[in-house]
């Protein structure tokens, strides 16, 4: 427990510091080929086969992901403790992605600041799964909060709470469903069938992570100043949390359209097919590419007092 809180705190650290650079070579990208592999020589037309083969598709994955993980650790602990703690920091470190959410999301800001529409949308559709060509700029800023929000509990909190029970082995699991439901967890003609497995076990895995950071994300607000208002945060939150079709997307999502004081949500366009969603939150103040800053000061500060509270859990159990 001693050595996994040392290397907890470092692949936190890590991240803030170094991010998801382009150039190193990431483990998650190689879960989203494998998934892609499967996804072109499995998905059926026939939905009962599509069925049975993308719930093979999520025991395979994960079973590969649990085991290549449990492998590298046991290896570096046997060498040395010291090159196990090592290894499992950087695995840390590259299950989270904190600072990679604001430094993509960043790019949006930038370029609606600099009047870009264009470069805006284009910046934008590397990080959401929906059209964005469609998009103006409150649309574009609007998506870009939402994305932030939801991604607080999905890149964030969620897996760090599961690498803080389970180390690496449960942190990169959850990356892989997460992953899989990002990637074939569409209600389209497409994935309805074989993207299912892989939507629910994702909507299971985050069902208490998504509760958890909304409830850490109001009271980070308290420690944020008046831009963010705490009281309307959980007031927004209590209301709006199940509106989404996913039963976790909205509970962060409304907890950050309180804070803000905006809108989210609404409808929206996927692979060309018209979406109906209801709004999150209220029209207080109309939304802008500032928001998209608040945003990540609030996803830092949540991951900030998670991380804290979360190693002192660890370090009050060394003690006992």
């Known amino acids: 427990m001693k050595y ?10 890590m991240d803030l510091i170094i ?16 998934i892609a592999r499967f996804e072109k020589k499995w998905n059926d037309k026939d939905e009962k086969k599509a069925l049975k083969k993308g719930r093979l598709m999520v025991v395979i994955v994960s079973a590969l992901t649990v085991i290549t993980t449990l492998a590298l650790l046991i290896c570096g602990y046997i060498v040395n403790k010291y090159l196990g ?49 469609r998009l103006d700029y409150e649309g574009i800023s609007r998506a870009a909060v939402e994305t932030v929000a939801e991604n607080t509990s999905d890149g964030g909190i969620a897996p760090m709470i599961y690498t803080a029970i389970g ?19 569409y209600k389209n003609e ?9 939507a629910k076990f994702d909507d299971i895995v985050n069902y208490f992570p998504s509760r958890i ?7 980070a607000c308290m420690f944020l100043g008046k831009e963010f208002d705490e009281k309307n945060a959980y007031k927004i939150y209590k ?26 949500a609404g409808d929206a366009y996927y692979f060309g097919e018209h979406v109906k969603k209801e709004y999150i939150g209220d029209d207080i103040k109309k ?19 998670s991380e804290i509270l979360l190693s002192l859990i660890m370090f009050i159990m060394v003690l006992i």
């Not at 703690?85 to 992605?97: C, D, F, G, P, Y």
């Not at 709006?240 to 996913?246: G, L, M, Q, V």
């Open 239 to 264: 209301r709006d949390r199940r509106k989404h079709a996913s039963p976790n997307s909205a509970q962060t999502e409304s907890v950050c359209a309180g804070a803000l004081s905006v809108r989210l």
């Open 4 to 13: 996994h809180l040392i290397a907890f705190v470092a692949g936190f650290i």
């Open 19 to 34: 991010g998801d650079p382009h150039c190193i070579p990431h483990p998650v990208r190689a879960i989203g080929l494998l």
């Open 213 to 219: 950071s909304a409830y850490i994300m109001i009271f």
């Open 167 to 185: 180390g690496p082995v449960m942190g990169f699991l959850y990356k892989a469903i997460n992953t899989m439901d990002s990637m074939v967890g």
């Open 85 to 133: 703690i090592i290894i499992e920091a950087v695995m840390t470190w590259q299950i989270l992605s904190v600072k990679c959410l604001r430094v993509e999301s960043m790019k949006v800001y930038k370029k609606l600041k600099e009047k870009d529409i264009k470069g805006a949308r284009r910046e934008l559709s590397m990080i959401v799964g929906r059209d964005t060509e």
């Open 287 to 305: 939304i802008s590419h500032e928001d998209i800053k608040k945003a990540n000061i609030l996803l830092y500060m949540t991951a900030f007092i």
């Open 190 to 198: 497409r994935y309805k069938s074989f993207g299912r497995c892989a």
